[in-house]
């Protein structure tokens, strides 16, 4: 049974940072690819981030390039989401996914496994 836990989430002031974690567990995620979505209310689920867990490579959309890293630790089963210099529109609730192929898609639809998310608000 895959397991995606989200962690890290919480209340946070414009300009600071966060990290947040999601722990992976129940296969191998050598040959997966890994997304974190954001869904704030009333709107979409979207695309932040991706890394293929096998070679590392990454993918952003050009609204947080900059401002966002992916990373993954093989070891600890685990993939982070930092963000930087928190925006009031980064407020949503933050999901990592799992996709059983090594490249990274942008589509919710195309991910097999979803995590239940961790609330992230920013206040000004």
């Known amino acids: 049974q895959v397991q995606l836990v989200e962690s890290g989430g919480g209340l946070v002031q414009s300009g600071g940072s966060l990290r947040l974690s999601c722990a992976a567990s129940?296969?191998?995620?050598?040959?997966?690819?890994m997304g974190w979505f954001r869904q704030a209310p009333g709107k979409e689920r979207e695309f932040v981030a991706g890394?293929?867990?096998?070679?590392?490579?990454?993918k952003y959309p050009d609204s947080v390039k900059g401002r966002f890293g992916i990373a993954r630790d093989k070891a600890k089963n685990t993939v982070y989401l930092e963000i930087y210099n928190l925006k009031s529109e980064d407020t949503a609730l933050y999901y990592c996914?799992?996709?059983?192929?090594?490249?990274?898609?942008?589509?919710?639809?195309?991910?097999?496994?979803w995590g239940q998310g961790t609330q992230v608000t920013v206040s000004s």
């Open positions: 996914a799992a996709r059983l192929t090594s490249r990274i898609s942008t589509l919710t639809s195309e991910y097999n496994y």
């Open positions: 129940g296969r191998t995620f050598s040959n997966c690819a």
């Open positions: 890394i293929s867990w096998n070679d590392g490579a990454t």
